[in-house]
């Protein structure tokens, strides 16, 4: 059975102190969870964040890091820096590092071979905009950003992949696609996998979702078939929040049976 795991972004919220009081309320609220929780951090906190949860049940994340091994990169943070720090993983090819800095695919990918070089958990963001959805072009996107994305990734390799399914039009907008397009859309992820690699190495990946999940509608999303869990924006900036969202995607044999 694959792991339950649920991530959250940060983004360029929160100072130091205010990730170690965040951490403060959170750990507590999420001890014993045996879903697996990954919190991304912003670079100037992921030292205070390792030395919080040592002892946890929580592993940290970098939103970002940058495709070569070492040298003139003035302001960037490479993997073997983020490894050597204690950082268990990294966000790779999310839509706004796609749109904002015009990562493309080729890039993205780069990052994911140094990252895994590294021994560093990708999580590797993909999706569709609005204006290709109403086209009908997801599986097109998918394919294109999958493919290109895990260029020359072994499968013994995807064991440290993590697919967040991340439609563009669901991030930040309130908006989130119906249970169908999401289940749907992560079988089309699979058979994605399943072309490139074989039925049961693709069976065995992480495939999570993001876009405007909140603790209300966590509960629902968190029984969608075929979903690992979710990777979580601004609804994780409160540890509160956070935690009954990781409490929805428990693992199906923790969950309490009906009487």
Known sequence: MRNKYVMANFKMNKSDSEVEEYLKTFLPLVEGNETKIILSIPFTSLKTAIEKTKKSNVMIAAQNMNENEKGAYTGEVSADMLSGLGVDAVIVGHSERRSNFNETDELVNKKILRGLKSGLICIFCVGETM????????????????????????????KNIIIAYEPV????TGVTPMDVEIVETVKVIRNILTSMYDEKIAKDVIITYGGSINEVNCKEIGKFEGLDGALIGGASLMPEKFAKIVSAFKPKACRKKKD
Request: aromatic share 10%; net charge neutral.
């Open 169 to 172: 039009w669901a991030i930040g």
């Open 131 to 158: 204006y290709e959805r109403k086209n009908q072009m997801t599986e097109q996107v998918l394919v294109r950003q999958i493919t290109e994305g895990l260029k020359s990734v072994y499968a013994n390799e995807l």
